[in-house]
């Protein structure tokens, strides 16, 4: 995964970390302009049929940048944690 110049490295969650975690995985997350979509989430339409080209676009886009948040995410997290948080769909609900 490209970091667009930003050298990072994912700091690990604990039992004890989670405010500086939180910080600086938002950091992460903005420097990859992915955190808007990880604090308000997308809407994820039940048929696609229907969507103009630009809409389609659109949410091409918007899961794509759902799924590089998720994947940071996991990056930060030890065995245990990622195991709670295997059925989320999407960035805000990990």
């Known amino acids: 995964m490209a970091n667009n110049?930003?050298?990072f490295q994912v700091p690990l969650l604990t039992k004890s970390n989670y405010?500086?975690?939180s910080l600086r995985l938002m950091a992460i997350l903005g420097a990859h302009d992915v955190w808007e979509i990880v604090e308000k989430g997308?809407?994820?339409p039940e048929n696609d049929g229907g969507l103009s080209q630009t809409q389609k676009d659109g949410l091409r886009d918007s899961r794509?940048?759902?799924k590089k948040a998720l994947c940071l995410i996991y990056q930060g997290l030890d065995?245990?944690?990622f195991e709670k948080v295997t059925?989320?769909?999407t960035s805000k609900e990990a």
């Open 64 to 66: 794509k940048r759902d």
């Open 42 to 44: 997308f809407n994820e």
């Open 19 to 21: 405010d500086n975690w």
């Open 87 to 89: 059925g989320a769909k």
């Open 79 to 81: 065995q245990d944690t």
């Open 5 to 7: 110049g930003v050298p």
